[in-house]
């Protein structure tokens, strides 16, 4: 299996512009994470779906973030209008069906927002 | 609620020392426990989980944690350092009383292993 596949790698764009990446999780899994690490706050955790449902956003820190995941195979998290204090490294993760499973994550993408 | 403390920001050690990585939890119920470690431009790599049996857990990379209830404590542990294993450490908890499939993660600990 391939892992988790995140892209892009590394994202650099301007204040005000939107931003979506994307996440492909292990086939398979049912639950899908997004985090977000920084230096000041450490790793969050954004929002997470099971079976492409939304189960909890309370991470999510505004409006101008927004997530969805179409599919099983699928899922993006987008940024609109994106700001400077965005910047940091997003990352997706997935699992089995299970409060015992084990979480995979992808490589992330490193987002810098001039 | 959960909650994870990982009380050192940073911890060096010499090769071939032990090494060991403290990690303190908080939840209402009974815990299931993870321990993560992240090496630069990376995710997030599993190493080892504690969900009930023997409190010694056994994980990858000659990696080890002790469950303490009574401490509320998750310590990760490896008898021989490795220069290789220098890298961001992450410790996790869920509560087996919550609902959904929600980890917190720590702060997590930077080690530096010297030669």
């Known amino acids: 299996d391939a892992g988790v596949i995140q892209s892009p790698r590394h994202e650099v764009t301007e204040m005000g512009q939107e931003v979506t990446l994307r996440c492909k999780p292990i086939?398979?899994?049912?639950?899908l994470f997004w985090y977000r690490q920084t230096m000041m706050r450490g790793l969050e955790l954004l929002i997470y779906?099971?079976?492409?449902?939304?189960?909890?956003d309370s991470g999510m820190p505004e409006d101008r973030f927004s997530a969805k995941m179409p599919n099983a195979s699928f899922s993006t998290l987008k940024i609109q209008p994106s700001e400077p204090r965005d910047s940091a490294v997003y990352f997706c993760?997935?699992?089995?069906?299970?409060?015992?499973?084990?979480?995979?994550f992808g490589p992330g993408t490193r987002l810098l927002v001039l | 609620a959960q909650s994870v403390a990982q009380p050192e920001d940073q911890v060096n050690v010499a090769e071939g020392n032990p090494l060991t990585v403290k990690c303190t939890y908080s939840?209402?119920?009974?815990?299931?426990l993870f321990w993560y470690v992240q090496y630069p431009n990376r995710g997030l790599q599993f190493l080892l989980k504690?969900?009930?049996?023997?409190?010694l857990v056994k994980g990858s990379y000659g990696f080890e944690a002790e469950f303490n209830k009574s401490q509320t404590s998750f310590h990760l542990k490896k008898p021989s350092a490795l220069v290789s294993d220098s890298a961001l450490y992450f410790c996790?908890?869920?509560?087996?009383?919550?609902?959904?499939?929600?980890?917190?993660f720590g702060g997590g600990t930077r080690v530096l292993v010297k030669p």
């Open positions: 993760a997935s699992s089995l069906e299970g409060a015992v499973e084990t979480q995979y």
């Open positions: 086939s398979g899994h049912d639950y």
């Open positions: 779906f099971n079976n492409n449902v939304p189960i909890d």
């Open positions: 939840v209402s119920g009974n815990p299931y």
């Open positions: 504690y969900i009930t049996g023997d409190n």
């Open positions: 996790a908890v869920r509560d087996m009383a919550a609902a959904g499939n929600k980890l917190t």
